[in-house]
């Protein structure tokens, strides 16, 4: 995939500048020890024809929230970020697009506290991350990280590595994508993404602590309050979600997907018959919703 080209703008501290011209420190710590934070954010044609970020400030309050739990430098505010990221979507002629800003170290060698960061904000076009179909799911061989060895609720870089290995272990056994369990054998999450499973029309998801509780896995709680589906946030195994009846992603990247498999279990259910159909068609339709709205 090529994700830009010789006129591709990007937002680099403060400038825009062509992509192909940026450069960094190759004696980062973001590059050494991928010691850098980012957030995954997407941007829609929405009914009435204007371009919309979907949730701007909340990801970009996370990118703060995050930058801070690793000790990150962050002097940047959020309305300029946003204000800067709708420009790069402008300069790029972009709708439909996934954004990916990353704030990360200068040059430091050492494992010594920086004084400073640095910013970009890039843009491109996206299909559906995990395409349109229903998903054939494994359980990965990794499990994710004990929280008590970072703080799980950043979204690190460093942290995808994990993630990295349990897709790709996936792939290689013929598998669309990998979902993880917490070092206590409990279901915890997909390697960008949250998962929900229902039973009896009510919906179950992995509680906070062992996951990265995302901004559209809040989405989809709100979804449910407005559609007054039940949820239910606690503690799960894989005797429960291989008794369910259907299951599903949802990131932003990912978006909200249904899933076909797990393992050798095939969800019962027709998934177009499932509150988790509805919430996947609530979640479409706000996204292309104008924000005057």
């Known amino acids: 995939m090529n994700y830009y080209q010789s006129n591709t703008i990007i937002y680099h501290n403060g400038k825009f500048v062509k992509a192909s011209e940026a450069t960094m420190d190759l004696y ?76 990360y170290a200068p040059a430091n060698m050492s494992f010594a506290r920086n004084t400073e960061s640095y910013v970009f904000i890039e843009a491109w076009e996206m299909a559906p991350f995990l395409g349109d179909k229903l998903l054939r799911m494994m359980t990965s061989s990794f499990q994710r990280p004990n929280p008590k060895a970072f703080k799980i609720h950043a979204k690190a870089a460093g942290h995808y590595v994990n993630s990295i290995l349990a897709s790709q272990e996936a792939k290689d056994k013929g598998y669309d994508e990998a979902f993880l369990l917490d070092m206590n054998d409990h279901l915890a999450e997909g390697p960008g993404a949250n998962m929900f499973f229902e039973k009896d029309g009510v919906l179950f998801t992995p509680k906070p602590g062992h996951i990265l509780a995302g901004i559209t896995r809040a989405t989809v709680l709100e979804i449910c309050t407005q559609l007054g589906i039940e949820v239910r946030e606690g503690t799960y195994t894989l005797q429960d979600i291989k008794s369910a009846d259907a299951a599903f992603f949802c990131g932003t990247a990912a978006e909200v997907i249904g899933w076909e498999s797990l393992d050798d279990y095939v969800f019962p259910a027709s998934f177009l018959e499932t509150k988790s159909y509805q919430v996947q068609q609530a979640y479409k339709k706000m996204v292309v919703t104008p924000l005057s709205n």
């Open 28 to 103: 980062s710590q973001s590059l050494h020890y991928g010691y850098s934070v980012f957030e995954g954010i997407r941007s829609y044609k929405t009914t009435d024809g204007s371009t919309a970020i979907f949730k701007a400030v909340e990801h970009f309050e996370r990118l703060k929230v995050s930058a801070e739990a690793i000790n990150l430098p962050y002097s940047f505010d959020t309305k300029e970020l946003i204000a800067a990221t709708y420009e790069v979507l402008n300069q790029n002629k972009l709708g439909d697009a996934y954004i990916r800003p990353v704030v």
